[in-house]
């Protein structure tokens, strides 16, 4: 859990750092993620689409807490905060659910 915790600090500064570059490295060339009904397949995808994500939200902010970790996979509640273009303020709460290969890339991400 302790390990955990700190790969989850890490990802959150990731995230927190608005860079899609530096968020998509954390994940393999054959991820897969979901994020509500969309599907992202490989790290060129979730790249592509975390630039265009991120490039409309302001003032972002994640804060990830770790709900429970086993053998390569990771319970997390998020809670995101961010601005659009036009200053209006928005709030996400939900659990994402990360599988780990052997190296600590993600394999898999799920936004419940």
């Known amino acids: 859990m302790d390990s955990a915790a700190a790969r989850l600090k890490l990802l959150e500064n990731d995230y927190n750092s608005l ?3 530096t968020i998509s ?3 393999t ?5 979901r994020i509500g009904t969309q599907f992202l397949n490989g790290r060129k995808d979730i790249y592509q689409y975390l630039c265009k994500d991120l490039a409309a939200k302001k003032d972002y902010h994640l804060k990830l807490d770790l709900w429970g ?3 390569g996979r990771m319970a ?3 809670e995101l905060e961010w601005t659009d273009e036009s200053e209006k303020p928005f709030k996400s709460y939900g659990v994402q659910v990360f599988q780990f290969d052997d ?3 993600k394999l898999q991400l799920r936004l419940l």
């Open 19 to 21: 860079d899609a570059t």
């Open 25 to 27: 490295v954390n994940f």
């Open 29 to 33: 060339g054959q991820a897969e993620v």
């Open 69 to 71: 970790a086993l053998k």
């Open 76 to 78: 997390v509640r998020y």
């Open 103 to 105: 190296n600590g890339l």
